[in-house]
């Protein structure tokens, strides 16, 4: 049987009790890779030809090299009688995002063309330390902004394995990717507005945003500081928890990061549901959308299965012993986007300022007449459109002139998202839930270039997801189906501060229960395409 | 009052500001996606809110660790650093110079 | 002329605090001298993905100069960011504290030399990180990091200064103040302390803040005293000739005296300030406040005052004594295991312990003499036991072996003769040696007598006992 169709937690099992070779594992995921992948995502491509259009090409780097020497090292240990790692031999993959010494980190951008960062980041080395084979880094929309990777610099972009005319969501495309396609077991992405949740949601993969602050955030390209969150994307709910056991706690090199304990998650996965409130709210099962010449807000409806899956996923939870309470009130999640669109773009801004050609990454080759041109010129080539986007729109609304009317007034609105869900999960107040179930996204996976051009409509696809990221509470998106053209449903649990224990327990819950389901039987287009699995 | 929409008048100064350089294609889209950007947030203004909210940096009340001590770590290969620049001389990271007077600063 | 017109001045001083470290990375606070881009690491050379971490010896210091400087010390402050491009500045923006510092409100009382006291304000302290280094070489601008995210703490003076000479005194006692408390050694050559003024002129007794110019670049409390003045001279020539102030940068050429305008102010930067994510609000309890607000020493000036009081020492003496905390600490530890008045001590500190400190270049605190072996000495010389000579040949000697005077003192043989016989014979054998001498002096040439105390001296090797000897010499001669 090939390693590749087994979950993160069994090859552990396996690999640490002597039965099977890391090295077997790496070899067959690199031969999966080989044939779903394509070629990877690169700088300046000229035409693609036409096979490629069926390929995954979640990669922008195959890390061959140190992947097997990692696998040498959990050989020989194993060997010695040495403890491997509670990731033993799993192959991850990385989202181009973080900073991985020894590999390029370029966060999709060309202004990061050849940087070879000298330090890795701790939710990195936390997985290497752990026994994981770090296979390569993922494509990604350009520095995270964006939600179908479409916008990267590495072209092609990565290919929703469901259907390769469709993307895989953003801005962790590549890392859902992966993961849906087999070619990992695990990947490690960052959520900032959704940017986890909603590609493993498009891609049929479940994907966790942990609370902030509970995985560090130190090597991680940073774009909303106060927003970013690393997390696990798997194919279900043990493998996430699993991987983030690895991940979670206190880092001294990041001082937002939260020196609460970690529980331990899986030892709760499977206590069941029962006595456990969940929650649905008539505000998630629409989007408020905005006239984008008057800016008058309007309600749109969602894709039906969307609705349909909650109803669907509650009847299941509510069989189980748990009890769901309908009507819970979230009346600011409509503010979401906006607030989104000025908190995100300021920090943005500010955290690009450092790209400017002097002191690593590209610079022009142009001659300029002095160090202003440099900059200008360099930015100019280096960045792509959405970047000059964010930085103009984070500028603007944090002028002098500005800045009391946009982002003061969008932190104050932040913290009425967040007082909606302090209620929805407060022990004392009227709604006491333990987790809050939304769908994950208004639509299933959009067609490649549908939305691109449209920023408004494309951050709009964030609009459930967002106010997680604003409360820094966790939320996990779990697969819940397929639509009717086979494309994935995800749903979503929102969890109160630090009880991703909770979340995952549910979602356990679900999925333990639905496993002999129809639609978990369905293969990805690109792997039956690729006739392997 | 604030400007409704940003003229682009106002949108080459933001791109001069931002140390940019955009063609006129280029200009024409990011301005017109601003400006569905700025609709869309126009709503914020809007919301009622109590004088007492007070702005969240942070949605969960961050409980990190305290300052750390006053040791010395010296990295352990700060070569490594000045080898990604991309022109140095002499262990300097090296740039054209500013132009006089009147330049961005501080 | 000069009186029609009054000076106003503001400060804006900069001081490197003296800490280990920088202020959000453990690589080195102070790198004077070293090889360009060696004291660096990814998070003060602004690589990408990397975070701040806050040094707690940074608060400490700045909440204890606030607390020096009379200011309210913030319970909870806040770090922001301050955006711009400039290449010293890797991140693309500089940590600083915006709106919610460390510090608010504030003052510094500084005495001038006519006796007066001028309490010159500040507005508030802050804490925030410095920036590299560039210097041009052949077009190029050349960039070095080794100084960027070294803690400063920033003060700006109310614009309350109205002379070059008030500056210098407020630059003078900041200096002294810094050192005494030990949060910085402020030394202007290395840049410890940074200082640019504000200046700008008005009618006397108008209240009015007229256009004001800024001059940067000054290097010395000399520096500021021209430079300042220079511009007043300046600016007040240019208003009689019927132009106005117009508002410039100015920098100060020290080796030319002249000031040289830089750029025009009138394009102020919108440095965009938010909230520093990356950060924690930073916290001092009830009880930190009060253990640092308590744990301040005595400041100069009150020391000046009490050692006049209690010492009864000129204030010449006072001043010098406590121009420096070890050397007054120095000082009154000598005058407690001392049985001499407290002017025996300061004459001995001034005239020959500052002497030895400076030809060794070492302060009050590096000296292998502490102030037990001075008392020692001081009650050596004052009950006769040595001569005042060798009194102050010991301080050297002490420094530089390490022993005890009173151990070099009998090694050495260097003991007064105190002796009575001992004396009495070596008195007598000059007296028979010079008749004519004690003729005259019985004559009345009563002046003779030192002259015989110092041939004792002469046949004693200057080791008798000069009052002892002066007794029994008119006894002697008497008889």
Redesign the interface.
């Known amino acids: 049987m090939n390693t590749t169709s087994l979950s993160a937690l069994e090859i552990v099992l396996r690999v640490r009790a002597g039965e099977l070779s890391a090295m077997q594992v790496l070899e067959e995921h690199l031969a999966q890779i080989a044939a779903v992948d394509g070629i990877p995502g690169q700088l300046d491509l000229p035409a693609l030809p036409p096979r490629e259009e069926q390929k995954v090409h979640a990669f922008i780097q195959v890390t061959t090299d140190l992947a097997r020497q990692q696998a040498e090292q959990i050989e020989a240990k194993v060997a010695r009688g040495e403890d491997p790692g509670p990731l033993a031999g799993v192959p991850v993959s990385i989202k181009d995002i973080f900073c991985v010494q020894g590999t390029t980190t370029t966060a999709g951008s060309r202004i990061l063309y050849n940087f070879r960062p000298p330090y890795t980041a701790t939710t990195v080395a936390r997985l290497e330390q752990a026994g994981a084979l770090i296979l390569g880094k993922t494509n990604l929309d350009e520095f995270t902004y964006g939600s179908s990777s479409e916008s990267s610099a590495f072209q092609p972009h990565p290919n929703n394995p469901w259907n390769t005319q469709h993307v895989t969501g953003g801005s962790s495309g590549g890392s859902a990717a992966a993961v849906a396609a087999y070619e990992t077991p695990l990947s490690l992405g960052t959520d900032t507005g959704g940017s986890i949740r909603q590609p493993a949601a498009f891609c049929g993969v479940v994907g966790l945003k942990p609370t902030y602050g509970r995985t560090s955030r130190y090597g991680l390209i940073a774009f909303g500081s106060s927003l970013d969150c690393p997390g696990p994307l798997a194919r279900n709910v043990s493998d996430a928890a699993l991987m983030l056991q690895v991940l979670a706690g206190a880092d001294p090199k990041d001082s937002t990061s939260s020196i609460q304990p970690v529980p331990d998650y899986l030892a709760a996965l499977a206590e069941g549901v029962r006595g456990l409130r969940i929650g649905i709210s008539p505000d998630y099962d629409h989007i408020a959308y905005p006239d984008t010449e008057t800016g008058e807000m309007g309600i749109q409806a969602i894709q039906p299965e969307m609705n349909q899956a909650v109803r669907e996923v509650a009847q299941v939870l509510a069989s189980l012993g748990a009890e769901i309470i309908e009507n819970v009130p979230m009346p600011n999640a409509r503010h979401g986007i906006p607030t989104y669109f000025v908190i995100s773009r300021v920090e943005a801004a500010s955290n690009l300022h450092r790209f400017d050609g002097v002191k690593y990454g590209y610079r022009t080759q142009k001659p300029v007449q002095d160090l202003t041109e440099l900059y200008r010129v360099t930015r100019a080539e280096g960045f792509g459109l959405q970047p000059k986007l964010r930085i103009l729109m984070g500028m603007y609304v944090s002028a002098a002139a500005h800045a009391a009317h946009y982002y003061q007034k969008a932190l104050r609105v932040r913290s009425l998202i967040r007082a909606d869900f302090e209620r929805a999960f407060d022990p004392t107040g009227p709604y006491r839930l333990d987790a809050l179930l939304t769908p994950t996204t208004p639509t299933t996976a959009f067609r490649r270039k549908e939305v691109l051009r449209d920023t408004v409509l494309m951050q709009y696809s964030d609009q459930m997801t967002v106010g997680a990221n604003h409360a820094g509470i966790p939320a996990i998106s779990i697969p819940a189906g397929l639509d009717p053209q086979g494309l994935p449903i995800g749903v979503q649990f929102f969890g109160n501060d630090f009880r991703e224990d909770i979340i995952l327990r549910v979602a356990y819950a679900y999925e333990q229960a639905t496993e002999l389901a129809p639609w978990r039987q369905e293969i990805p287009q690109a792997l039956r395409a690729a006739e392997v699995k | 009052m604030l400007p409704e929409k940003i003229t682009r008048e106002m949108f080459d100064k933001l791109v001069a500001l931002a140390a940019l350089e955009l063609d006129e294609e280029e200009s024409e889209y990011l301005r017109t996606e601003l400006n569905h950007q700025l609709a869309a947030v126009k709503e914020l203004s809007e919301i009622p809110i109590d004088e007492d909210i007070e702005p969240s940096l942070h949605g969960i009340n961050c409980q990190g660790n305290p300052p750390r001590p006053d040791e010395w770590k010296p990295f352990p290969d700060p070569d490594a650093i000045l080898a990604l620049a991309p022109e140095s001389r002499e262990r300097y990271f090296v740039v054209p110079d500013i132009a006089q007077p009147g330049q961005e600063g501080q | 002329m000069m009186t029609r017109y009054e000076i106003v001045v503001g400060l804006e001083t900069h001081i490197q605090l003296n800490?280990?470290?920088k202020i959000f990375c453990?690589?080195?606070a102070d790198s004077w001298g070293a090889?360009?881009?060696?004291?660096?690491?990814?998070v003060c050379?602004?690589?990408?993905?990397?975070?701040?971490?806050?040094?707690?010896?940074?608060?400490q210091k700045a909440a204890l100069l606030a607390a020096a400087m009379h200011a309210e010390i913030n319970p909870v402050s806040y770090f922001d960011?301050k955006?711009?491009?400039?290449?010293d500045l890797?991140?693309?923006?500089q940590i600083t504290q915006f709106d919610e510092p460390i510090g608010k409100g504030g003052y510094l009382d500084i005495h001038m030399p006519d006796g007066s006291t001028r309490r010159v304000h500040i507005h508030k302290l802050h804490l925030e990180e410095d920036a590299g280094k560039t210097k041009?070489e052949a077009?190029?601008?050349?960039?070095?990091?080794n100084r960027c995210g070294v803690p400063l703490v920033e003060m700006v003076t109310e614009p309350e200064l109205h002379s070059g000479e008030e500056a210098a005194q407020y630059l003078t006692e900041l200096r002294q103040l810094l050192r005494w408390i030990g949060v910085s050694e402020a030394d202007m050559e290395r840049g410890h302390l940074r200082c640019d003024a504000n200046v700008s002129i008005r009618e006397a007794g108008s209240t009015v803040l007229n256009t004001k110019t800024e001059i940067k670049n000054m290097n010395s409390i000399d520096s500021i005293r021209q430079a300042i003045t220079l511009e007043a001279q300046r600016q007040i020539a240019a208003v009689e000739a019927g132009g106005r102030v117009e508002s410039y940068t100015l920098d100060w050429d020290a080796d030319t005296g002249t000031l040289r305008k830089?750029?025009?102010k009138e394009?102020e930067?919108?440095y965009?300030y938010?909230?520093e994510?990356?950060?924690?609000p930073?916290k001092l309890s009830e009880e930190e406040i009060n253990r640092i607000k308590s744990s301040l020493p005595e400041l100069p000036y009150a020391r000046k005052m009490r050692f006049i009081a209690e010492y009864q020492l000129s204030a010449y003496d006072a001043d010098i004594l406590t121009s420096e905390r070890s050397l007054s600490d120095y000082f009154e530890e000598t005058v407690g295991l001392s049985s001499t008045s407290p002017k025996t001590v300061s004459n001995w500190m001034m005239n020959d312990l500052l002497r030895l400190m400076n030809d060794l270049g070492k302060s009050a605190s590096e000296l292998h003499l502490r102030p037990a072996e001075l008392a020692e000495i001081i009650n050596l010389v004052e009950s006769g036991k040595i001569s005042p000579a060798t009194g102050k040949a010991l301080l050297k000697k002490v420094e530089e072996s390490g022993r005890k005077p009173a151990e070099i003192v009998a090694a050495e043989g260097l003991g007064l003769i105190g002796d009575e016989d001992a004396l009495r014979s070596q008195i007598a054998a000059v007296l028979s040696e010079s008749p004519s001498e004690v003729a005259n002096f019985k004559a009345g040439k009563e002046s003779l007598l030192g002259w015989f105390v110092g041939q004792v001296m002469r046949r004693t090797g200057g080791k008798a006992d000069p009052k002892r000897t002066r007794e029994l010499l008119l006894e002697m001669l008497r008889k």
């Open positions: 800490t280990e470290t453990s690589c080195k090889e360009p881009n060696t004291n660096i690491c990814p050379s602004g690589l990408p993905g990397v975070l701040p971490v806050l040094n707690a010896e940074a608060v960011r955006n711009y491009f400039y290449p890797p991140k693309g923006y041009i077009g190029r601008r050349l960039v070095d990091f830089m750029r025009s394009t930067a919108d965009r938010f909230r994510p990356d950060l924690l930073v």
